[in-house]
């Protein structure tokens, strides 16, 4: 087994050290990889290579993040989320062998924070992993330190201290990522923001390739807050609409 990058007194020897990561994926050789790649990073990880066991070890272990396989035996990738998410909140990166959009807004409609289509480079996996769990630690501090005021843009309300997002009165259930991709276009009203801007500002990802994941959530947000709250400009980006003063 490979050495684990943490000490017991608490000092990290990476930026990622002490983090708990579970990888869920049933191909050998690229459970090996991840787990040799995030454990170079200064991750704890952990593997299973089915659905039973993911959601066994996730309760057991209770890990950071889960990097998750859709096509699974015993349960799919899909039905793991759902009970891990039940039992408590955590960041999920989900893999799919498949460019289906289908699969990818699924995903996200379960629990999923983010996506990568096999195959992919381990340093994308690697920084991913780190800008998720950013993420995560960010809107952790948001909460604990209360912002004034509810935003209300018509019937949309956005709840910055609670993270709870309103339409018509009724609860919108977003993910972690969905609710700062909707900050993000709150924040300027009506102003297009380009699918590079929304990358670099919501998920600290510069790289271009990443854009597909921007309209995938992008679409999950819509199926929840209606699709005509949300502007598309063609080969440009996104603008979240608002009611006319």
């Known amino acids: 087994m490979e050495q684990t990058h943490t000490s017991h007194n608490g000092t990290a020897a990476t930026p990622g050290a002490q983090r708990r ?84 807004l699924v995903g996200l409609g379960v629990g999923a924070d983010d996506y990568m289509t096999k195959p992919f480079s381990m340093r994308e996996l690697a920084a991913r992993v780190h800008v998720l769990l950013r993420r995560v630690e960010r809107a952790a501090l948001a909460a604990s330190t209360p912002r004034s005021g509810i935003l209300r843009l018509g019937e949309l309300e956005i709840d910055h201290a609670q993270r709870r997002v309103r339409v018509r009165s009724e609860d919108v259930h977003l993910t972690p990522t969905e609710f700062d991709l909707l900050v993000c276009l709150a924040n300027t009203p009506r102003a297009v923001l380009s ?45 979240l609409e608002t009611p006319n003063p």
């Not at 349960?75 to 039992?87: K, N, P, S, T, Y």
């Open 21 to 104: 990561v579970l990888v869920v994926e049933d191909d050998p050789t690229i459970v090996d990889a991840i787990a040799a790649r995030l454990r170079a990073e200064g991750f704890l990880v952990q593997t299973a290579g089915d659905g039973p066991a993911a959601v066994d070890t996730a309760e057991a272990w209770q890990p950071d993040l889960l990097i998750l396989d859709i096509m699974l035996p015993g349960f799919d990738g899909l039905e793991v989320c759902r009970r891990v998410q039940a039992q408590r909140p955590v960041p999920v990166m989900m893999l799919t062998a498949r460019d289906d959009e289908t699969d990818m």
């Open 195 to 239: 699918r590079e801007q929304l990358l670099a500002e919501v998920w600290d990802w510069a790289d271009a390739s990443g854009t597909r994941t921007v309209d995938s959530h992008i679409k999950a947000l819509r199926r929840k807050i209606g699709a005509e709250r949300i502007r598309t400009v063609h080969g440009v980006g996104y603008a």
